[in-house]
């Protein structure tokens, strides 16, 4: 079946940098746009970035410029790096697939003033 491990995240201070990963199986990557979303607390879940099938990548305004989304079909995973962080990206951060409307547990991403 479909599954969808988040990881990566952890507690920074303002202006550092995380990479999180978001391990794919039961599917193949390749054939599916990807996205990353997120949920602070008291907020409603948000999308952050997405990746088409062919590579073709949008990020919200809020993180334009400072997080960038990639895919590696190969390993079947996909990734979301963050550099700049600043106290406002703390959220859980959840990859989801197109078309699939299940969540995986997500990482947490703290980042501190």
């Known amino acids: 079946q479909v599954q969808l491990v988040e990881s990566g995240g952890g507690m920074v201070e303002s202006g550092g940098s995380l990479r999180l990963s978001c391990a794919a199986s039961g599917f193949a990557i390749t054939n599916y746009d990807m996205k990353w979303f997120r949920q602070a607390p008291g907020k409603e879940r948000e999308l952050v970035a997405t990746i088409d099938t062919e590579d073709i990548t949008w990020s919200a305004d809020s993180v334009k410029g400072r997080f960038t989304i990639t895919r590696d079909n190969a390993q079947n995973m996909v990734y979301l790096q963050m550099i700049r962080l600043k106290p406002e990206d703390t959220a859980v951060y959840y990859c989801?697939?197109?078309?699939?409307?299940?969540w995986g547990q997500g990482t947490q991403v703290t980042v501190s003033s």
């Open positions: 989801k697939r197109r078309n699939y409307d299940g």
